[in-house]
């Protein structure tokens, strides 16, 4: 799959160089934790194509505002029920003082909870407000990211929205890519954890296709700058599931991020951008679009949320 749906740049734009822009990154190693101590030289930047010099880099440790957003369809597990208490021990741990944290649940419409106090206790009845599934609610997945980016765009901050989810997106009315990009013009990166497996189904009586959710939560993942998880094999460490923990790692890997500026068209359009580094064996994570320093068109309105989606008001953390 491609990037994320842009126009392309005319030639005098990719031309003339007359603004700098900004995008926040992070890169892993082969084991998959963050790399640190990278500097300038161990970049390689391309905006609409062609190679820019950085204007400036510099590493980064920002105060992090989460929404962990849980798919709660009839095909994953209940976050309400036992899950609950993990997963606030869990996003009690990896929170630090400063942090801001929301939950919320897709299960045939998306809810949105006002900010929580960074103990267990507390996250953990939020978890235990939200609304319960419905029997065969539909995943509305990208109109889901679409609200969360939303409701993160004014916060301070790393902006990062967890999505746990088994990637079998239903009746969402914006596509993937729309839901990226309205991500990334907000400035928030999608991680995503996939609790799903492959599945085999059959067609006509004689066909079998094989269906995977990997690929397009890759794909909102690479595009906006998160990082994609996996719990396939499903593991267990000291009883606590693996898509749990993964949401832990998943905050604590943004925590060394890289800040990377560099010259970019003076207009109001998203640029492409690609940045890699030399070193081998390393991973960038870095949103695929980049606009001039407050040039940026305003954050699109929302495409007709579902009837009964619902994102409480801000407050107090």
Do not use: C
């Not at 204007?55 to 849980?70: G, K, M, R």
């Not at 010259?263 to 960038?284: C, E, F």
């Not at 980049?290 to 953390?317: C, E, M, V």
């Amino acid at each position: 799959m491609g990037s994320v749906l842009l126009a392309s740049p005319s030639p005098s734009a990719t031309a003339q160089r007359a603004a700098t822009g900004s995008i926040v990154l992070t890169v892993t190693g082969p084991d998959g934790a963050p790399v640190t101590g990278l500097t300038e030289d161990d970049f390689v930047v391309q905006v609409d194509k062609s190679t820019e010099a950085l204007t400036s880099l510099s590493s980064v440790s920002l105060p992090l505002t989460v929404l962990a957003l849980f798919d709660q369809s009839s095909s994953v597990t209940d976050i309400r029920g036992r899950l609950s208490t993990d997963a606030a021990e869990t996003l009690a741990a990896a929170l630090k003082p400063g942090d801001r944290l929301r939950v919320g649940v897709v299960a045939g419409t998306t809810t949105i909870g006002a900010p929580t106090p960074l103990v267990r206790r507390d996250i953990e009845s939020a978890l235990r407000a939200l609304p319960k599934a419905k029997s065969f609610a539909a995943s509305p997945l990208w109109d889901a990211v679409e609200a969360g980016a939303h409701a993160l765009a004014e916060d301070n901050g790393r902006r990062l929205l967890l999505l746990i989810t088994d990637g079998r997106a239903t009746a969402s009315r914006l596509s993937t890519e729309q839901a990226a990009t309205v991500a990334v013009m907000a400035n928030v990166a999608v991680s995503t954890i996939d609790q799903g497996q492959q599945q085999s189904l059959l067609q006509d009586g004689t066909r079998v296709i094989t269906v995977r959710s990997a690929p397009l939560l890759q794909f909102i993942s690479r595009a906006t700058g998160g990082v994609y998880y996996t719990d396939e094999p499903p593991v267990f460490r000291q009883q606590t599931p693996a898509l749990i923990l993964s949401a832990g790692r998943a905050i604590r890997d943004q925590r060394a991020t890289y800040q990377l500026t560099v010259p970019v068209a003076d207009d109001k359009q998203l640029h492409p951008i690609t940045v890699r580094v030399t070193r081998p064996g390393l991973v960038v994570h870095a949103p695929s679009v980049i606009h001039a320093s407050g040039k940026t068109s305003r954050l699109p309105a929302r495409q007709n949320p579902h009837p009964g989606s619902t994102t409480s008001p801000d407050g107090a953390g």
